[in-house]
């Protein structure tokens, strides 16, 4: 039983050392603000706060975020350095003001990563998905979404 606890405690420390932390940003459709940490050697997770400032008018403010499962398509480092990466996501935004509302965005997310040095990387990504609104000019209202980014990730010590 000790061994067991013992081997169980060692593995959970080594699976803790081996998950990596992230801070970064990226411009294009929106400036973002991100923490990504890894879940796998080749899975992370990532969380981010929109600051796009294309809804501000000084009229209303938007304030979006977006939860991200990011995963590499290959470990393969034959790419040159390149790791293609694709990924799931859920943004959400909400305006506040007049014409306020509401609006969630599923997507899919493809992208390529660069690793510069140890703890710099960057990556360029194109994301597509549905854009269910809620109030604001139209009372309810679903289109189709897209974005493109380029961006910087840190990894923290």
Known sequence: MKTTLLGLLALTAVSTASAASYVGGSVGSGLTLHYQNDLTASSAMRYGLNLDATNFNFKNLSIGGSV????DFSTDT????????YGLGLGAGVVLGNGGGFSVYPHGTLGLRYNITDPLSLFVEGNVG????????AAASVSVGAGARIGLNYRLP
């Open 68 to 71: 991200d499962y990011l995963g």
């Open 78 to 85: 034959t790419l040159g350095g390149f790791t293609p990466y």
């Open 130 to 137: 549905p854009v269910v609104s809620v109030g604001g000019a």
